[in-house]
């Protein structure tokens, strides 16, 4: 068990520097004094440069050795450098040393350190920390941790601060925290203290630790010696954010703004346009101004933070059409113009990008509206990255239209989007099934590292059956060089494995074309090293039952139980289903039921769909007894008959022409609280038809109605052959005129089929050639009863029938449902 992160109290930095080795021996001379400040100016960054030496040479020539790669020549110069005539110190190993701490290079630094050995060279603190540095860069932390502890012992050299800093960097870097702990009890063990950079460190430990009471107890005792200032607040907010804590981080960034707003910036600029705090690292006691700031902090009733966001909590303007706030509100509420040029609004910015992201994670979409109000408010220009996250936050609530809408601004304040900005919107535009503006999106995308986004588009043009597009989206993922992912080849297996149309069955030139696409995905697949999952093999079977290809459904099957077998997952009962389902479907009834007794001595769990499927299987072998055993077995399993259990039994029934049997069963199914549907009733309709049993026929259609289920085209099909097979064809006329009114609208009293009567009857009645293809156009929209009942009323007109709105002025309607009460009754 690790011990905390954290443990208190900390001792002050002030404390630590006093009870130092300089302070400790009372040998703090000039010589160590210029020795120390060299560490703390390498420890910055900066080399300092010593008198020329004869060995500056040597060590630029090994440097340059080590840059091109050619090792075996930088240690064959290391050791002519080791046996010169000359005497050695350790500043004629400093430019060494240092290219190995920037490389970094900890091999080459253990073999200079080795060589000094030898030559009894002994080691300072700017040597020691640059060893440092380029084991802890390298991800050697044993050999680091190694030379913290033992190198002081045997030396007489004691690492200072910098060094451990550096350690615990490299402990954060590499998520060790046995190393990290066994460094912070060294550290209290010598007394070295703590700095800012040293409480940056324990952020990064505390976030990847995912510890946010750790990173409550650092801000604790970092009030306890510092006073508060951009920098690390704007690293105290990082950490909120990266722990999901909203309420912390909008206060700390608040705080950020007031002090901002108060001048104390404390940030500079260096020469190559890097950010750092101007201020000294020194730790500052608590006061009472400190301690008042901490009790503003702690209050969220009388904070600071609330105080000078008042103005945006009781805003209530949508930030992307209130863009002109004026200047003098600009100057009132945050006083920030004085500062647009200065760093300080950069590390803002930074910060409120931070908040704004950890809102888009926890879907806090009105506060980043808040955010980017207040932004706006302070002359802070949201760049990129800031409308990214910002993006991210607001489509789960607000949807994809106001994000474009963002978007737009964006190119109004000609700012380019990321490319995830506009993955994240393509996502939500696929997700509504706004194809053309999805695809649109991702052609805009110039990189993109997952496939995600391509892969969403994919599921839309699957569910809008759309294939085609997907075609494109493929050839942009090419493009792109983006390696599909399993998900991808579940999703082609589902667009393109199937080769015909709905409503069409497959043929011998379909089956070939089938097997070929098949084999193209799986070769990809192949290249791409990526195995079949339980969805990619479902989709894939799925394809083949539904071009007829029983032969390869079972051989895939077999390969499928080999497959999952060797990976210790097995195929799922789903699998098998599809199988089943596709079996029944060809009337392969033997082999249905040979998988089915498989499927039960391997232990494969059953489900409801399972048994459904073989009731339905025992109406191709005529067997009522097989049926109710299965349903027998269905009820011990915990699984209830649900309307399609019953809608195969009662096929099987009708297989013996026992309608009255039908029947009953028929009320059972309400009875019981089964919601009925169209396919039952069309099941009783078939038959009846089939054997003339109009009474039947009329006896459904009026209970359909009462129930308010709605004919579908099959049910428009049946009666209507049924009537014209005994030869009643004005009541066929009528029966398909009325049937086609309910199937526009099943309640007349709703007023929505009044509604659009001018629109459906330009289309019933108009002389246009298009006419019909602008009706076929609703079914290709998914429209397909729309479609059919306009098409069936056309054909009505055209054959002389007059068109009738008012479904309660049928005779045949009023003829039906008396009969239907009646027999009721009887």
């Keep these: 068990m690790h011990r905390p992160l954290l443990r208190t109290p900390f001792r002050s930095i002030a404390d630590s520097l006093c009870k130092s080795k300089f302070h400790e021996h009372g040998r703090r001379n000039a010589a160590e004094k210029l020795e120390f400040s060299r560490t703390l100016t390498t420890s910055l960054g900066y080399e300092f440069l010593g008198e020329e030496s004869t060995t500056k040479l040597m060590q630029m020539q090994i440097i340059d050795a080590l840059r091109r790669g050619e090792r075996s020549r930088a240690s064959h110069l290391l050791l002519n450098l080791g046996h010169g005539n000359h005497s050695l110190g350790v500043t004629d190993f400093f430019h060494i040393l240092n290219y190995c701490a920037r490389s970094p290079d900890p091999l080459f630094v253990m073999e200079t350190w080795r060589m000094m050995e030898d030559k009894e060279i002994g080691l300072n603190n700017t040597s020691y920390l640059l060893m440092m540095q380029a084991l802890c860069k390298g991800g050697y932390l044993e050999e680091a941790s190694n030379l913290i502890n033992f190198l002081g012992e045997s030396h007489g050299i004691y690492p200072i601060l910098p060094v451990y ?63 508060l200032s951009i920098f690390p607040l704007r690293k105290f907010i990082w950490s909120f954010t990266r722990l999901r804590d909203l ?206 986004p391509f892969n969403i588009f994919l599921a839309a043009c699957d569910a809008m059956d759309q294939p085609e597009r997907a075609v494109k989206i493929l050839a942009k993922m090419k493009q792109l060089s983006l390696r599909p992912d399993i998900m991808t080849y579940e999703l082609l297996f589902s667009l393109f494995g199937n080769v015909n149309a709905p409503y069409e069955e497959g043929n011998m030139l379909s089956q070939v074309d089938c097997a070929k ?179 039947v026929v009329e006896f459904i259609i009026e209970q359909m109605h009462r129930n308010k289920v709605q004919p579908d085209p099959s049910t428009c099909l049946y009666v209507f052959s049924g009537y014209v097979d005994r030869g009643f064809h004005s009541t066929a006329m009528e029966a398909l005129q009325v049937l086609s009114m309910r199937m526009l609208c099943e309640d007349e009293d709703s007023g929505l ?27 290709k929209d998914s429209g397909e009863n729309l479609a059919a009942a306009l098409l069936h009323l056309r054909w009505c007109a055209i054959a002389g029938f007059p068109i009738s709105w008012s479904l309660d002025q049928s005779q045949w309607a009023k003829r039906l449902s008396t009969n239907y009460d009646t027999r009721r009754k009887s």
């Design 165 to 227: 800093n550096c350690f615990l960097g490299a402990c954060a870097r590499m998520q060790s925290m046995i190393h990290a702990n066994l460094c912070l009890e060294l550290m209290d063990s010598k007394m070295v203290g703590k700095n800012e950079v040293t409480y940056t460190e324990l952020l990064k430990l505390a976030v990847w630790q995912q510890n946010l009471s750790a990173v409550h107890d650092i801000w604790k005792d970092y009030i306890k010696h510092y006073s």
């Design 247 to 452: 309420k912390s981080a909008y206060e700390a960034l608040q705080h950020m703004v007031a002090l901002a707003m108060t001048g104390r910036l404390y940030i500079n600029r260096t020469s190559e346009g890097k950010l750092y705090s101007s201020r000294l690292d020194i730790p500052i006691p608590l006061n009472g101004q400190l301690n008042s700031q901490k009790v503003e902090f702690e209050d969220s009733d009388h904070s600071l933070a609330l105080k000078t966001d008042t103005c945006i909590r009781n805003s209530e303007q949508d930030i992307i059409f209130n863009m002109g706030i004026s200047k003098a509100e600009c100057v009132k509420i945050g006083m920030m113009n004085a500062f647009k040029s200065l760093p300080v609004m950069k590390v803002l910015r930074w910060s409120f990008s931070d908040v704004i992201h950890a809102c888009a994670q926890t879907r806090d979409s009105g506060l980043a509206e808040q955010l980017m109000l207040q932004m706006q408010r302070l002359g802070l220009q949201p760049s990129s990255h800031t409308y990214d996250v910002f993006i991210r936050a607001i489509v789960s609530d607000r949807g994809f239209s106001y994000g474009m809408e963002v978007l737009n601004v964006m190119q109004q304040q000609n700012l380019k989007p990321y490319d995830s900005t506009l993955a994240t919107l393509s996502i939500k535009c696929s997700k509504a099934l706004e194809l053309d503006l999805a695809e649109a999106l991702l052609d805009q995308i110039s990189e993109c590292p997952y496939p995600q």
């Design 517 to 695: 696409r098949i084999n193209a995905i799986e070769m990809d697949m192949t290249k791409n090293n990526v195995q079949h999952s339980h969805l990619s093999m479902k989709n894939l079977l799925k394809a083949l039952g539904a071009e007829g290809m029983t032969r390869e459904l079972i051989q895939y099957l077999d390969m499928a139980e080999n497959l999952f077998r060797h990976s210790n997952t097995f195929v799922e009962t789903p699998i098998y289903n599809t199988v089943l389902h596709s079996l029944v479907e060809a009337r392969e009834s033997h082999r249905a039921i040979e998988i089915f007794k498989n499927m039960k001595s391997f232990g494969v769990p059953l489900d409801a769909a399972t048994y459904n499927i073989m009731i339905n299987c025992c109406s191709i072998i005529r067997c009522f007894k097989s049926a109710r055993a299965l349903v027998s077995m269905m009820v011990r399993d915990g699984f209830y008959p649900q309307t399609m259990t019953y809608t195969a039994l009662i096929k099987i029934l009708l297989e013996y022409e026992d309608f009255d049997e039908a029947l009953n069963m028929l009320d059972q199914v309400s009875s019981e609280g089964n919601q009925l549907d169209v396919l039952l009733y069309n099941t009783i309709l078939q038959k009846a038809c089939e054997k003339g049993r109009i009474d």
């Design 753 to 779: 089929l009044q509604d659009r009567r001018s629109e459906f009857e330009d289309l019933i009645h108009s002389e246009d050639v298009e006419a019909e293809s602008q009706i076929l156009q609703f079914f």
